[in-house]
């Protein structure tokens, strides 16, 4: 049965690693629903967040695909209920329109969104939400006219106190005091 | 600067010198322990073609008649000497060349480190002349791959790649170096890579698994192993004999597993798969636990996965854990080296013996004889059989020589009929099925192992793809011993299209060149065989001659390979071919 699952994979700062990932899922005709990529809290250790709607068995081949990268330090996949996640959603609205009714302030209140720019020509607003919430605004906003939208990927930390790798790493590192690396 | 200033300055000691890219690349290469490069010349790699001149006594670079082919060669090299095979291209259509042999070599975990040239660094990504992106090409197909476009950073890489390469799950790794960095010079010194903090190439081996295996092992009425290459990628051959001798358990070998273990061992039940045999197929189907060794289930092994061995418990001795429950669930993984892991649960497992279970086996071979072997390998009459020129070698060979062979059914009656005792003896071109393969593995496996008899056994259509190798083969002096079974069809193609597609031979009738006269025009001796009567004498004169010598025997044109589990069918739902005449 097929669910919603959150990658996170740690891994070197390499170029082309992206690539290699990628083929992973593509290799497989698995579309890939959101990816965002950041250093982590872990200086020089990159974080990929991906989002797939897969069964566990095949989230649990990825993961171990992905780790057979070598430059793929740890990766790992989760469930809703283990990690706390956001998107931010950006709206283009002709300001015009707004001004034509008095709902925009009760719009923005109850979606706990904020303004970013007015301008005579358009107003941006942003809201950082789950996708749900930020697609549900945009429905509220297209009375209005929606002149550009743009949704980032899926950024997620899990509930446990500190990231998944660092006590992997801090294990790694006594075994070998000596590390070599390109 | 002299060669030998340098190298003796650097290869013996560890300060550092002054010199060029390709010094430094040639000088990592040396003290990686490589000693014989497959490669072909061409405009962005000559700088570092030019500086091998200087290396001679230490590098033999050995000039193919095509890239295919010198990929080809450093697979066989590596297969049979267990080292890595190192091979040499020039960028765009070198490199593409090589491709192939890239993902053969991925598929069946060979370890090579491969260079490509590379156009200069600022022309990458101009669509410059003879520039292809080399690291995007061949991500899919490489274990690592990297774009070194300084001097100063080969010798990290070279050693990286060797790192890699031949480390845990063993596979192809590609340098592709821009023209300037093999120019500019840098400070070179060299040190070894031994640990990359994101590759953990073998797991640690953990008790646990090894004891709720070794239960299993001991609980067992049926106990079948699958052993797959990894036993010989893991020099685990003595723990692996150690491990049979006492467990008592029935063995069966996969396609790339075949001289892991001799196959005149009194346990030995044959090879597994598509056209393997009919007790280990049969019994796969019948076991109460299945114990894979060192092999990934590939389809030709499980047929239909859904039908594989539901009845058994199933114990998975490997060192990727991407291959753990991939294809296959198991009930006890054993992760780590099996040279190791077979080694530890040495202790935990009770000497036992199955007389009445390898007897079962016996009954299988007997019904396989009697509706397969019987009639492949001893006809009243008719052309030459395949399987004929197999048992025929065996009589030569006695199971010492190494056998490298193409893609096909010649393959297949090669893999059911060889004879081995030792291991590292059998290279075939396996996950990928690389027609082409044969005849530059073997010219490779020649170069690995020098006093050993090498013979190369391929079908007509495969050794058109690649025969420009017999240029190498003579320049060289090799005595590469090839036999040619030309029934001028591409014969697997046609036997499926036989079984599967209503006789309809679309494209598999093949015409071929007097490959006798060929190799003639090429100063190797030949001959060809076309009636039975000669046939021994014929394959002894081969085998027995000074050089290279090929053998074109002219087969039955529409031989089978039986038995056959069909695609999609469960192992256990064998054809032996006489289905249709009872």
């Known amino acids: 049965m097929n669910q919603e699952f959150t990658l996170t994979i740690f891994s070197e700062n390499s170029i082309g690693l992206l690539n290699r990932i990628t083929i992973i899922f593509t290799r497989r005709k ?146 070998h005091r000596d590390p070599v690396t390109v | ?111 090579l480190v491969c260079i490509t040239g590379q156009v200069f660094s600022a022309l990458l990504g101009t669509d410059g002349f003879q520039e292809t992106d080399v690291v995007g090409v061949t991500m899919p197909v490489t274990k690592w791959n990297y774009q070194v476009t300084k001097a100063e950073e080969i010798p990290e890489a070279i050693a990286k790649a060797f790192y890699i390469a031949c480390s845990g799950r063993p596979g192809p790794v590609v340098i592709d170096v821009t023209k300037d960095a093999m120019m500019n010079k840098c400070d070179y010194s060299y040190k070894r890579c031994k640990y990359i903090r994101s590759y953990i190439p073998e797991p640690r081996v953990n008790n646990v698994q090894i004891e709720a295996a070794a239960k299993l092992i001991n609980e067992a009425k049926k106990p079948l192993a699958v052993v797959g290459q990894g036993v010989i990628l893991g020099n685990a051959e003595k723990e692996l004999l150690d491990f049979v001798n006492k467990s008592g358990v029935a063995v069966a070998t996969t396609l790339l597993g075949l001289s892991a273990i001799p196959n005149n061992h009194a346990q030995y039940t044959g090879t597994v798969g598509m056209h393997g045999n009919a007790g280990p197929n049969i019994k796969t189907n019948d076991c109460d636990l299945l114990i894979a060794i060192g092999m990934r289930f590939d389809d030709r092994v499980t047929g239909v996965v859904a039908k594989y061995a539901p009845q058994a418990k199933k114990i998975h001795f490997e060192i990727d854990k991407a291959e753990i429950n991939k294809i296959i669930q198991v009930d006890a993984p054993v992760l780590g080296n099996v040279g190791e892991t077979l080694a530890q649960i040495l202790d935990y497992i009770q000497p036992k013996q199955y007389p009445e279970w390898l007897a079962e086996f016996k009954a299988c071979d007997k019904v396989e004889y009697d509706r397969v072997i019987k009639e492949e390998l001893h006809p009243a009459d008719g052309k030459i059989n395949m399987g004929e020129v197999i048992e025929v070698l065996n009589d030569s060979a006695k199971g010492d020589a190494i056998i490298c062979t193409d893609v096909g059914q010649h393959q297949m ?29 073997a010219m490779g496996a020649q170069f690995g192992c020098p006093d050993k008899k090498v013979v190369s056994i391929s079908g007509d259509g495969g050794f058109q793809m690649t025969m420009q190798e017999l240029g190498t083969i003579a320049y060289n002096k090799l005595p590469v011993k090839m036999i040619v079974l030309n029934n001028n069809f591409l014969g697997m193609v046609r036997q499926w299209q036989e079984l599967f597609f209503e006789e309809r031979y679309s494209n598999t009738p093949i015409s071929s060149p007097d490959f006798v006269a060929l190799a003639a025009s090429y100063k190797i001796e030949g001959e060809t065989v076309l009636d039975r009567s000669t046939l021994k004498d014929a394959i002894e004169r081969m085998y027995n001659s000074e050089g290279a010598y090929i053998l074109e025997i002219k087969v039955t044109a529409k031989g089978n390979v039986f038995p056959m589990v069909p695609a999609g069918a469960s192992v256990s739902d064998i054809l032996y071919g006489d289905e249709n005449k009872k």
């Open chain 2, 413 to 441: 009656f090669a893999m059911r009929y060889c004879n081995f005792n030792s291991t590292r003896t059998w290279v075939t071109s396996g996950g990928l099925g690389t027609m082409g393969f044969g005849l530059p593995a």
């Open chain 2, 1 to 111: 600067m002299g060669t030998q200033t340098i190298e003796e300055k650097k290869v013996a000691q560890t300060e550092t010198v002054n010199v060029t890219g390709s010094d430094a690349l040639l000088l990592s290469l040396i003290t990686e322990g490589a000693s014989t490069i497959f490669g072909y010349p061409g405009g962005a790699i000559m700088p570092l073609y030019d500086k091998l001149m200087d290396y001679k006594d230490k590098l033999k670079h050995i000039l193919t008649r095509h890239e295919q082919g010198a990929i080809h060669a450093a697979q066989g090299f590596a297969r049979v000497t267990g080292k890595p095979g190192v091979c040499f291209a020039t960028s765009g259509p070198g490199a593409t060349n090589l491709i192939t042999g890239i993902a053969d070599a991925y598929m069946d975990s060979t370890p």
């Open chain 1, 30 to 175: 698995i579309n890939i629903d959101s990816l965002t990529v950041s250093e982590s809290a872990l200086k020089g250790i990159f974080k990929f967040t991906i989002v797939v709607d897969s069964t566990e068995q095949m989230a649990k081949n990825l993961v171990k695909q992905m780790e057979k990268q070598i430059d793929v330090i740890r990766a790992f996949y989760l469930t809703e209920d283990e990690i706390l996640h956001q998107e931010i959603a950006m709206y283009k609205i002709e300001t015009s329109s707004l001004l034509e009714t008095n709902l925009i302030e009760g719009i923005i209140r109850r979606y706990n969104a904020r303004i970013l720019e007015l301008t005579k020509e358009y107003t941006v607003i942003e809201k950082t939400g789950h996708k749900a919430e930020t697609q549900e605004l945009f429905e509220q906003l297209k009375p209005y006219g929606v002149l550009q939208f743009v949704r980032s990927g899926r950024v997620a930390i899990t509930r446990l106190k500190k990231e998944h790798l660092s006590s992997y790493l801090e294990n790694l590192e006594k075994e």
